[in-house]
């Protein structure tokens, strides 16, 4: 993993008997371009360091990238993926859907927080542009986590008073999975009253169609777990060859459940090369 995401860069080796790794560092900060730290303690100090290299060079971008707030009492605590996972309630989504949480088995943290990392110092590049100023940009991880898992989880609580708990319903569901076929696995998702009503009449399911219970967009997040259940009692009916026509036919958009994590076989990837 190593070899694939830093193969690219050219690594600056802090060895004890290096004596010319800090000059390396000094003119990376005072000549070179954004540049972005984390560790321990490095928080506490990046805008005092900031403030120093400016008077060097006033363009500079420096970045930090800590688990926790630089200006919070835990600013000092080390974290790794999993924890942040743990702390920005990523592990808790999984247990509301299963009763039991898990960490993604993925490093979603890490990846996640490396994009903000991304997107804060292109904008404070676009203000270097404008001003020729350069500025210290904070990104602490599990802050940075908690906002990603709340852009479609903050649920009730994005009134203020509350009017319901956090979590998105319709996502949170224990039925949403990849439906089983009479040969393998398919993921169908109807989207649009049109979507369901044409799938579940072409599916023999009339009855889903005439239940008021699913109306409207809001009467089926409130119970998708019964429209997936009526999904996955149909699905084994047909071959997944079957499915294919058939759902791009009502307008749901149909795709096989790829067994390979690393998607080298999928039809998308093998076109893309």
């Not at 927080?113 to 940009?137: R, S």
């Not at 898992?149 to 979590?167: K, M, W």
Request: with cysteine; aromatic share 10%.
């Amino acid at each position: 993993m190593f070899v694939e995401v830093a193969g690219r860069y050219q690594p600056v080796d802090q060895t004890p008997h290096r004596t010319d790794w800090r000059a390396s560092i000094f003119r990376d900060l005072t000549e070179g371009d954004p540049t972005a730290g984390s560790g321990r303690g490095f928080e506490n100090r990046s805008d005092a360091i900031h403030r120093a290299l400016a008077q060097i060079n006033p363009g500079l971008i420096l970045c930090t990238a800590q688990a926790y707030g630089s200006e919070t009492a835990y600013r000092d605590y080390p974290a790794y993926d999993d924890i942040v996972q743990a702390a920005s309630g990523a592990a808790r989504l999984t247990e509301l859907v299963d009763g039991a949480p898990r960490y993604a088995p993925y490093v979603i943290a890490d990846k996640v927080v490396g994009l903000y990392i991304v997107i804060a110092v292109l904008a404070a590049a676009m203000e270097k542009n404008l001003t020729g100023l350069g500025q210290a940009v904070d990104v602490p991880m599990v802050d940075s986590m908690i906002g990603f898992n709340l852009v479609e989880h903050f649920g009730g609580h994005t009134f203020s008073p509350a009017e319901g708990d956090f979590g998105w319903a319709r996502v949170l569901t224990p039925e949403r999975v990849p439906h089983p076929t009479a040969d393998g696995w398919i993921c169908i998702m109807p989207y649009s009253s049109k979507n369901w009503d044409d799938f579940f009449t072409l599916a023999g399911r009339k009855d889903m169609v005439a239940n008021r219970r699913y109306a409207t967009v809001d009467d089926r997040h409130r119970h998708m777990g019964e429209l997936l259940s009526a999904i996955r009692d149909v699905a084994p009916q047909r071959t997944t060859g079957d499915w294919y026509p058939f759902a791009r036919h009502t307008g749901s958009p149909p795709l096989t459940y790829s067994t390979s994590p690393t998607h080298t076989k999928t039809p998308t990837s093998a076109a893309r090369n």
